[in-house]
């Protein structure tokens, strides 16, 4: 839970924790490396990421777990074990930023189970999807996976209140859609880490300014989403996230108000993402699909990160640009990974990536 009572941070300089950062930053993957990545073959990625900073947990899989499903569960691991050790180098603080920040990983490995129960998936392929890279214990999602109904998931999920889902289980009553229990899950998360942020000291102002984009740029992609399948005005101002900020709360609202996506795409043209969508939107004309566009915006957030670890090298925003760039790289990992599983051509593995 929060910081009770809101009480203001004294983060201080942690020196030795910036520095152990700043060497963990050091050793993700460049963009030359992925573009070597995506001339290799399957095995020759594996190889790869089993001399890299991976090595441990492929190592440790390998016994019982084998290509795409070894790698996949590596990265997995890495990833959760990667944050757990920012909160052993962390004094009490720092790690209750660290640890505020990750639950949104305890989200995305919820949902992962819900979504999994909902399409009647095996429970292998559930738990290999798994990261356990929040606060959560891999354990505990195991027994999460074990309910019976999505209901009992809720109930069960430690994170959030059950009653705030009433109307996410009324839609999938109704409507058999999960969009309005994920939608609560974000509200949820959102609100509570811009609330926590506001206990930052004046250091963790670059902090709630990327979290402000990161809120601008999700609310686009489910407008995006939502006027792409037609939602009605109403309907879409539930899906959006208000974080508070008068201006930015005003400029998304305007947007929901938009008839459709056509319209959407025309006041978009208008803002700071006018270049960053533009490929976006003539891949969605051709193809109908929002893959490319969502890359897009990635991209661009991933852009916003990077200013958290060059404008401030030692200070708390280091460690919050570490763990956004380092779960960039996990994703572009997987999506390398499945690609060359698949055999899909590399100029579309590319366009997928975000360097």
Do not use: C, W
Not at 4 to 30: A, C, D, H, I
Not at 295 to 317: F, G, I, N, R, T
């Amino acid at each position: 839970m929060l910081v009770s009572k809101q009480k203001n941070l004294e983060l201080g300089k942690y020196p030795y924790t910036y520095v152990r950062t700043v060497v963990m930053r050091s050793l993700l993957f460049k963009r030359e490396d992925y573009q070597k990545m995506l001339k290799m073959g399957f095995s020759e990625i594996a190889k790869l990421l089993q001399d890299s900073h991976y090595k441990k947990e492929i190592n440790e899989f390998a016994r019982e777990y084998s290509d795409a499903d070894l790698l996949e569960l590596s990265l997995n691991r890495n990833l959760a074990e990667s944050f757990k050790k920012l909160i052993r180098i962390s004094p009490y603080e720092l790690s209750l930023l660290v640890r505020e920040y990750i639950k949104r990983k305890d989200i995305e490995d919820i949902k992962t189970i819900i979504r999994g129960k909902f399409t009647s998936a095996n429970e292998k392929q559930i738990l290999s999807s798994i990261t356990a890279a929040g606060t959560l214990s891999y354990d505990f999602f195991i027994s999460l996976l074990k309910k019976e109904s999505i209901e009992e998931i809720l109930k069960s999920s430690k994170m959030a209140d059950f009653g705030i889902f009433a109307d996410g289980l009324r839609n999938l009553r109704q409507g058999n859609t999960l969009v309005g229990i994920e939608n609560t899950f974000d509200k949820f998360y959102y609100n509570q880490i811009i609330r926590f942020s506001k206990a930052l000291p004046r250091q963790g102002a670059l902090f709630r300014n990327f979290l402000l984009k990161e809120i601008e740029i999700l609310n686009i992609l489910t407008l995006l989403r939502l006027k792409r399948a037609k939602f009605g005005k109403e309907s879409v101002k539930d899906f959006i996230i208000l974080p508070g900020d008068n201006l930015k709360d005003a400029k998304i609202m305007k947007f929901a108000e938009l008839d459709d996506l056509e319209e959407l795409s025309r006041a978009l043209e208008k803002t700071e993402y006018k270049n960053i969508l533009r490929k976006g939107f003539e891949e969605f004309k051709k193809s109908g699909s929002l893959i490319m566009l969502e890359a897009e915006l990635y991209k661009y957030l991933l852009k916003q990160s990077m200013l958290l670890l060059h404008q401030h090298p030692l200070s708390v925003d280091v460690i919050l640009g570490y763990m956004f760039a380092k779960d960039i790289e996990v994703r572009n990992l997987k999506i390398i990974v499945k690609g060359k599983q698949l055999g899909l051509r590399e100029d579309f593995i590319e366009s997928q990536l975000v360097f």
